[in-house]
């Protein structure tokens, strides 16, 4: 006599049920990888910028030639021309405040606004200043956003520098 466990033993189709199940979350969980790995390469250029950056003010370059802050900021976070970082979209999203202070004492660091353009003000030698970048990462895949549903599917990137203006008029 046959065992009734014979008759219902095929195993056909296990492979493809095991993929349907275990399939969706390999996928998120590579879409996942990928985004935070570009939030990740946005928060590096972010640093990048605000150090290039700060160092044209601290050093008099912005001062003496009198260019425009947010746009020094914005070249050396996304590039310029071919080297432009496209996926980063710095004219539109990077908000940078700089603003001198005469003692350390008075030092307040500002917050990022929603919707806010940043105000910036280029030191003179002896000033300290404190630099910080702002840029709100929005996640592009719906399932992560959902994932960061408590931040409104956006993170706040930042980077900031504080230093004194050196005495560029000697």
Avoid: H
Avoid at 17 to 44: K, N
Avoid at 68 to 92: H, M, P, Q, Y
Wanted: hydrophobic share 45%; glycine share 10%.
């Amino acid at each position: 006599m046959k065992s009734g466990r014979g008759r219902f033993s095929c195993d056909s189709g296990v492979a493809a049920i095991e993929f349907a199940v275990l399939g969706p979350v390999a996928i998120l969980l590579i879409v996942l990888v990928i985004e935070v790995s570009m939030m990740f390469l946005a928060q590096a250029a972010l640093d990048k910028g605000a150090a290039l950056g700060a160092r044209m003010l601290r050093t008099g370059e912005v001062q003496k030639a009198r260019l425009d802050i947010n746009a020094v900021f914005s070249e050396k976070t996304c590039g310029v021309g071919t080297n432009r970082i496209a996926w980063l979209n710095c004219d539109a999203n990077l908000q940078v405040f700089a603003e001198p202070f005469a003692d350390l004492s008075d030092v307040e660091v500002p917050e990022y606004e929603k919707g806010g353009s940043g105000f910036t003000v280029a030191g003179e030698p002896g000033n300290y200043m404190v630099v910080r970048l702002y840029y709100p990462w929005r996640f592009l895949t719906p399932p992560v956003q959902r994932l960061m549903a408590a931040s409104g599917g956006r993170v706040i990137l930042s980077a900031g520098a504080a230093f004194r203006v050196e005495n560029y008029n000697e």
